[in-house]
């Protein structure tokens, strides 16, 4: 009987080895798994951040980008309008040196006919000279009007290149 007992305790000692061998096993293998699972996570957070640090840092650019090219146009439009002023001035000129020009064509005289020749002369200088003010005055508007669309044109091809442009970090 005392052998078996001596064979029970040495079998539990076995199985209890084995039990012990077994469980730090498996406890080594959850610490590798848990390390593998934290590296992963941490490797995510990592290219999460860079990943949102990109889309702020091409935010700014697209914002800079778009803030030049307002700027740019606004630039071009205190261009524009200077130089419609100096045209409207320079119109402004003409417009009144054709009007003087057909006021002073007249033919003074005794001839009836040469006096109604120069009457009629007189008042279709008066006509062309109102025909050019009419006409420098909507060419003026047309060029204004060109002058804005074709800005607006620009600015608008500035910001979207601004927009679909990566910068060279970004890919």
Do not use: F
Request: glycine share 10%; proline share 1%.
């Amino acid at each position: 009987m005392k052998i078996l007992v001596i064979r029970l305790g040495l079998l539990a000692l076995v199985l209890a080895s084995y039990w012990g061998a077994y469980q730090h096993g498996r406890s080594v293998e959850r610490a590798e798994s848990g390390l593998v699972s934290a590296q992963r996570d941490s490797g995510d957070r990592l290219a999460e951040v860079l990943g949102e640090r990109g889309a702020r840092a091409e935010e700014q650019r697209r914002a800079t980008a778009q803030e030049e090219a307002r700027a740019h146009a606004k630039e071009e439009h205190q261009v524009a309008d200077v130089g419609a002023a100096a045209a409207d001035a320079a119109g402004q000129r003409m417009r009144g040196d054709a009007a003087n020009l057909a006021a002073t064509v007249s033919c003074p005289g005794t001839d009836t006919a040469a006096v109604a020749r120069g009457q009629a002369a007189t008042r279709a200088a008066m006509v062309l000279s109102d025909l050019l003010a009419r006409a420098d005055a909507r060419a003026g508007e047309l060029a204004k009007a060109y002058d804005r669309a074709r800005i607006a044109g620009e600015q608008c091809e500035r910001e979207y290149d601004g927009l679909i442009k990566r910068s060279p970090s970004s890919g």
